[in-house]
């Protein structure tokens, strides 16, 4: 099993997917198999997320979704990492400049689905992440029109790169970014917590009960 930080070589070529993964799925999976296919990565990398600055209600436990996705998530080239715990960055701008920092050469693509592309304008510091790393985006469903109607996608129009050229985007200078329209996988952690396949938190204890009620 991997632990601490995980291993990059100067001219590799990481893809990073970022999430809450609270908990991981399938979703996640095909994503993974889909960038990796078609974007030309040496690795891709789950970067599990301490929380989600923009998310009111906290995950569940980091061991536990570690643990969850990487018993879900076994491929060669994909490594499960717990980095923005380690480096101390819950802010995508600051873990790419951390990470960076710490590995100087390797090439890092940030990867993500469609529903975080229409929102990417409320990221901190999202112009930086833009023009510091390639983005890839993509599908998921019912998210495509928002996502190319966003402003991030609206203001970073020109340097919107084909798919048919996305296996050389960790090579290009940023900011260059696209969309791949792969088949869709209707996953999500959101659902899986609603049926009840992973509770938020302990259900709460029951209280204490008092004396039997007089009787009438
Ligand atoms: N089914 C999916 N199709 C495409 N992208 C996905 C899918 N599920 C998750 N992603 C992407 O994977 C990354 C991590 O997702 P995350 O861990 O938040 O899961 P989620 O299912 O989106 O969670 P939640 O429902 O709680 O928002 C995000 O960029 C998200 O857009
Ligand atoms: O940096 C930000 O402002 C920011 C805002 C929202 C989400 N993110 C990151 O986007 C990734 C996906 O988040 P989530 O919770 O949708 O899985 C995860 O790595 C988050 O840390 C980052």
Do not use: C
């Not at 990565?41 to 969850?68: H, T």
């Not at 029109?145 to 203001?155: D, Q």
């Amino acid at each position: 099993m991997q632990t601490g930080f995980p291993i990059a070589r100067p001219g590799q070529v990481i893809g990073l997917l970022g999430g809450s993964f609270d908990p991981a799925h399938g979703g996640h999976v095909h994503i993974t198999l889909q960038a990796l296919a078609r974007l030309g990565l040496d690795r891709l990398w789950w970067v599990v997320s301490p929380g989600n600055p923009l998310k009111l209600r906290g995950p569940a436990a980091l061991d536990r979704r570690m643990a969850e996705a990487r018993r879900l998530m076994r491929h060669p080239r994909v490594t499960v990492t717990d980095v923005e715990a380690r480096l101390g960055t819950r802010h995508t701008a600051d873990t790419l400049a951390a990470l960076r920092a710490r590995y100087p050469g390797v090439r890092f693509v940030w990867i993500m689905g469609a529903d975080n592309l229409a929102t990417f304008h409320h990221w901190d510091r999202w112009r930086d992440i833009m023009e510091g790393v390639p983005v890839a985006v993509l599908a998921r469903p019912g998210q495509g029109l928002a996502a190319l109607r966003s402003p991030a996608a609206t203001i970073y129009r020109r340097f919107r790169v084909a798919p048919g050229a996305a296996q050389g985007l960790g090579l290009r200078a940023p900011p260059a970014w696209t969309f791949l329209t792969v088949p869709m996988h209707g996953a999500s952690s959101s659902a899986i917590r609603a049926g009840g396949g992973w509770p938020a938190a302990p259900a709460p204890t029951p209280p204490p009960r008092g004396p039997a009620p007089p009787a009438p």
